[in-house]
């Protein structure tokens, strides 16, 4: 059973540029969240989601950051009209719905590493 | 909102020796998790241990055992025989009950731990 991926490991961007983050679940989860290293920083929540539902994106951005979580395919972060301060870690993590066995612990992936220049 | 602090940017020990990272909380609720959690070089986020706040007895997974002292809102984790594999970034974290499913962690700043052979 693979774990949660995340893809691409990194990626570069140019200001003004999109980025596109990719991150799919370990089989059998509903359940996604995306969170933010800044350099030398713990991770901090962006968005909460299950399957094409945004459930709390109180830790988001209020502009240029939006993120889906489609019934087929791969959860996805995008960041429109990137800037320096955009660069960081993000981090994908996922967990079974509350119910299920191992429903409450959260899988982390090995994240993305945004950098701007 | 919770706040997660940790006062040791930095910490270091010699290989085979006992060495604890400190942890204090900000939180008004009575019931919640406390968690761990390692980061090697590679990024991934390992779980280390994890801690419910209704639970007296301190968790312990083989040589990592924690102090959790609620009155004092505070986590520490202790690494027993400290071996080279341990050197990694630790971050404690925080987490309330769920909310529609919702495992949102609030993390500290994180520890360095260097370990010397």
């Known amino acids: 059973n693979a774990g949660v991926m995340q893809n691409p490991r990194h990626l570069v961007r140019r200001r003004g540029q999109e980025a596109r983050l990719r991150c799919s679940p370990m089989?059998?989860?509903?359940?996604v969240y995306w969170y933010r290293q800044l350099p030398e920083e713990g991770l901090k929540f962006m968005v909460y989601l299950q399957k094409e539902n945004i459930i709390d994106e109180s830790g988001m951005p209020k502009e240029r950051f939006s993120a889906e979580f489609p019934k087929e395919g791969p959860s996805i972060l995008r960041i429109q009209q990137v800037v320096r301060g955009d660069s960081a870690a993000y981090f994908c993590?996922?967990?079974?719905?509350?119910?299920?066995?191992?429903?409450?612990?959260?899988?982390f992936g090995s994240g993305t590493q945004l950098s701007v220049l | 909102a919770q706040t997660v602090t940790q006062s040791q940017p930095e910490m270091s020990v010699q290989e085979a020796e006992t060495v604890t990272l400190s942890c204090t909380y900000d939180t008004s609720e009575s019931d919640y998790y406390l968690f761990w959690y390692k980061q090697p070089p590679s990024r991934q986020m390992i779980l280390v241990i994890r801690q419910e706040a209704y639970k007296q007895q301190n968790a312990t997974e083989n040589r990592f055992s924690v102090n959790f002292q609620k009155a004092a809102k505070s986590f520490s984790l202790k690494i027993s025989d400290s071996q080279l594999g341990d050197a990694a970034m630790y971050f404690c974290?925080?987490?309330?009950?769920?909310?529609?499913?919702?495992?949102?962690?609030?993390f500290g700043q994180g520890t360095r731990l260097t370990i010397n052979p």
């Open positions: 993590a996922s967990s079974p719905s509350p119910g299920q066995q191992g429903g409450e612990k959260l899988f």
């Open positions: 089989k059998g989860h509903s359940h």
């Open positions: 974290a925080y987490r309330s009950p769920e909310i529609q499913g919702a495992q949102k962690l609030v």
